[in-house]
């Protein structure tokens, strides 16, 4: 049985190809800067959005009457696995990410949910060996469900906790049985609506005690992969506490897990916390944080996650440079956690959103290689700073001097001019390669 008759596997054309449902510039075995584009994004399709978002909005249900979703036994998850891994496999995409209740009913207990799960994970096995599509990360939903209201770990019932960390141990093991390269916590109701109600420091701690308990279960069976957290400002609670990557990163200090988690950084999320993604992906590496991204945009005007395909390749080619200057995503990946629109009801639109933004990956990645190769931003920047490498500069930053060993050295030195940013070079610089 198939779900999309119409569509031929995606395959590379070249950028004169008149093919709608062709790849122009992903070509997974060209090579860019010493590593093939496949290697560079190791791009992964959301099972989420793509298999289970029925097209709803909070005005009204779902547009797409797909017939998976028309009920939520066991049956109807084994006949979304099918076409998800069709859909897959047509896209060439290699990889997929999923949370628990995406792939399986959870049932009424975490005794029923762990033997479904256990029954489904054989099930996705047989269908990775049989694609070759692999796993990208897993994750526990701990925000839908009613009894996650108030939070999963951050919750004020223990039982609360205790129940999320049934889920998490259950994904956890079933990611690592099924060769995931990470997993992810994404914080869903980690945060608080009134301060009125609610103690920031005591949430603080049980959040901090539920990573490290994660951390320690991965270690006790092997897993090798890395734990990742997601920022998020807001959205659904008003005050997130993964907000964004710096204050992601001094929660991953404060609880000693700066060396076993890193951050899965996403483009929408940025956002609506009020930077570019450019700066989040930055902060991200300059901690030596950036482990993963989800690719999905949201809307400049628009305060909510509208979890767009990327359009932009001047936006994504600052984004590519900073994933360069990073040595590239490493064990992490590119993960589409997009939505089509509520009103592209075509099983083919499920194509041309993902064959979209993988091309426009592809062009930004190249872009951003001609601006590596090209050197001259890189140059300005390393001129910019020269004078931390030089003289007394190494010392001053090495702790070497004190403030009034440093103030003397100014007391003798001609006083330092003022020097341009150039900026709008800079900026037309970037735009010659886009
Ligand atoms: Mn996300």
Same mark, same amino acid.
């Given at each position: 049985?198939?779900?999309?008759p ?15 449902l062709?790849f ?9 800067l ?13 099972y989420?959005?793509?298999?289970c ?6 005005? +009204?249900p ?8 028309a009920?939520d036994?066991f ?7 099918d ?6 496999s ?10 628990d209740?995406?792939?399986?009913p ?19 096995? +047989?269908?990775?060996?049989a694609?070759g ?7 526990a939903? $701990? ?35 099924l ?13 608080y ?5 609610t103690?920031?420091g ?5 959040l901090?005690?539920f ?5 320690e279960?991965?270690?006790?069976i092997?897993?090798?992969?890395q734990i990742l ?24 200090r404060?609880?000693? $897990? ?8 996403e ?13 989040e ?5 300059s ?6 991204i989800?690719?999905?945009r949201?809307d400049p ?12 390749v001047?936006?994504?080619t600052?984004a590519m440079?900073?994933?360069l ?11 589409f956690?997009?939505?089509?629109r509520?009103?592209s ?8 959103g ?39 500069g190494p010392?001053?930053?090495?702790g070497?001097?004190?403030?009034a ?12 001019q ?8 800079l900026e037309?610089?970037?735009n010659?390669?886009?």
């Amino acid at each position: 049985m198939t779900f999309f008759p119409e569509i031929e596997p995606i395959r590379f054309e070249g950028p004169a190809s008149k093919t709608a449902l062709a790849f122009r510039y992903y070509d997974p075995t060209k090579v860019v800067l010493g590593k093939t584009m496949a290697e560079h994004f190791r791009f992964a399709v959301a099972y989420w959005h793509t298999l289970c978002w029925p097209g709803s909005d909070m005005f +009204g249900p779902g547009t797409f009457g797909r017939p998976w979703q028309a009920g939520d036994s066991f049956e109807h998850a084994v006949q979304k696995l099918d076409v998800a891994f069709e859909f897959f496999s047509k896209l060439g995409a290699p990889f997929f990410c999923f949370h628990d209740v995406d792939v399986v009913p959870l049932g009424e207990s975490l005794r029923e949910g762990w033997a479904n799960m256990d029954r489904m994970a054989d099930l996705i096995a +047989g269908k990775m060996d049989a694609t070759g599509v692999k796993l990208l990360w897993g994750t526990a939903n $701990l925000f839908s469900h009613p009894r996650y209201l108030a939070g999963a770990a951050t919750n004020p019932d223990p039982a609360v906790f205790a129940y999320a960390a049934g889920q998490v141990q259950k994904v956890l093991e079933t990611t690592h049985k099924l060769g995931g390269a990470n997993y992810v916590l994404w914080g869903g109701r980690e945060g608080y609506e009134t301060i009125l109600n609610t103690r920031i420091g005591q949430e603080l701690d049980q959040l901090g005690r539920f990573v490290s308990l994660v951390v320690e279960h991965k270690h006790k069976i092997g897993f090798t992969g890395q734990i990742l957290i997601e920022p998020k400002p807001c959205e659904p609670t008003k005050h997130q506490y993964d907000f964004d990557s710096a204050a992601c990163a001094a929660f991953l200090r404060k609880y000693g $897990l700066e060396k076993e988690v890193k951050l899965n950084v996403e483009v929408n999320h940025a956002t609506l916390a009020g930077h570019t993604f450019e700066h989040e992906l930055a902060y991200a590496s300059s901690q030596g944080l950036l482990g993963s991204i989800d690719v999905n945009r949201g809307d400049p005007q628009n305060g909510w996650d509208t979890d767009q395909f990327p359009n932009s390749v001047a936006d994504w080619t600052l984004a590519m440079l900073q994933i360069l200057g990073n040595g590239g995503i490493g064990a992490g990946g590119f993960n589409f956690d997009a939505k089509i629109r509520r009103q592209s009801i075509d099983p083919a639109d499920l194509f041309h959103g993902h064959v979209g933004a993988m091309d426009l990956c592809a062009r930004a990645l190249l872009a951003a290689a001609a601006i590596v190769e090209d050197g001259t931003l890189d140059g300005f920047v390393a001129e910019r700073y020269a004078g931390w490498g030089k003289g007394t500069g190494p010392n001053m930053l090495a702790g070497k001097l004190s403030l009034a060993e440093i103030a003397a050295l100014a007391h003798d030195a001609p006083a330092p001019q003022p020097k341009s940013g150039r900026q709008e070079y800079l900026e037309n610089l970037i735009n010659r390669f886009v």
